[in-house]
């Protein structure tokens, strides 16, 4: 015989099951509608860097291919690990998302602490483009040549100053792994990001700067006012044929590059995650994108979400290999 007791637990059980399978649909039906709003890319870095000029031009087809507003929002700091903490905290909805280099989530955790989890408090829509990485000289730098800075800094270690854009981003990595292999000592000079670098360089705020390039920047290069004097890259660059790579000058440990791509909240549903990839390959692969992208010296390059996030774990656990080989740390 069934008690009253049994009954209500019985109608209880019913009406969270019931509850359980109405919230369910409400989800499923929100992610098949989605965007049903304006979406909001986060940037950790200052605007009119490399990162910023391409995602705007990018916001700008995704409006258009998504049929809702895309907005840019530049959130600056600690080598993007400030930006990258908004989107991992941010509702996993597919309205906020990160576009940025890779080395918040697999450099930062080794030298400094950060307020996520890099694995798994975010999910990897894609890949959006590699940039190379130049060693640029300033007018303040009295020599000619990479390979006057090396015999520069062997004669007065400490004395050539070296500007990045943050402690553990890639270029702050191939400082202190320069550093190492040469033997010699570069004085680091850390910046929340690459706009600003640009424009202290004229002014004789340092010697040299790693910077990725961007329409701006290249241009100074043009003129005359930055000297370039190495790259990290995996080739020559078309349009600076007498810069070497780092390479082949000798240092293959310091010849790396930026990965940049989108990313959202850890747990957005997989259904809208997969839409993104989707929606935001289609864009990249247009001819249009592919020519504005090379045209700052950059490259375009597309992935699904599990490459992606396999790129992210291994580059994540080759770096904490370097960062412990070479000691490298945030001061």
Not at 85 to 111: C, E, K, Q
Not at 277 to 293: D, F, G, H, S, Y
Request: one cysteine or more.
């Amino acid at each position: 015989m069934t008690s009253r007791r049994q009954i209500i637990g019985l109608g209880l059980t019913g009406i969270a099951t019931a509850l359980c399978s109405v919230s369910l649909s409400q989800a499923q039906t929100q992610n098949q509608n989605w965007p049903a709003k304006p979406i909001k890319i986060i940037v950790p870095y200052p605007t009119a860097g490399v990162s910023d000029t391409i995602v705007r031009m990018l916001a700008e087809r995704l409006t258009v291919v998504l049929g809702q507003p895309v907005l840019v929002e530049n959130r600056a700091g600690a080598g993007g690990t400030l930006g990258m903490d908004m989107v991992a905290r941010a509702a996993p909805d597919g309205y906020t998302l990160g576009f940025a280099a890779i080395s918040p989530l697999t450099l930062n955790p080794h030298v400094m602490k950060v307020p996520y989890d890099a694995i798994k408090d975010f999910a990897p829509i894609g890949s959006a483009m590699y940039s190379p990485i130049y060693l640029l000289a300033t007018p303040k730098f009295a020599g000619k040549t990479f390979e006057d800075v090396i015999a520069m800094s062997r004669a007065k270690p400490g004395s050539i100053t070296v500007a990045t854009s943050g402690y553990g981003t890639v270029g702050h990595i191939m400082l202190e792994q320069l550093n190492k292999k040469a033997g010699i000592t570069l004085t680091h000079i850390p910046y929340k990001g690459g706009a600003q670098i640009s424009t202290d360089a004229l002014g004789g705020q340092f010697d040299l700067m790693f910077a990725n390039p961007y329409a701006n920047l290249n241009a100074l290069i043009e003129q005359g006012k930055l000297n370039p004097l190495a790259v990290g890259s995996p080739t020559r660059l078309a349009n600076l044929p007498q810069m070497r790579t780092f390479g082949e000058l000798g240092y293959a440990e310091v010849n790396l590059t930026s990965l940049f791509g989108f990313f959202a909240p850890g747990a957005t549903p997989a259904e809208i995650i997969n839409k993104l990839n989707a929606e935001i390959n289609k864009v990249l692969n247009e001819p249009e994108t592919q020519a504005r992208v090379k045209k700052t010296e950059n490259l375009v390059i597309t992935s699904t979400p599990a490459e992606f996030s396999s790129t992210i774990k291994q580059e994540f656990a080759a770096n904490a290999r370097i960062v412990k080989e070479a000691d490298i740390r945030a001061e």
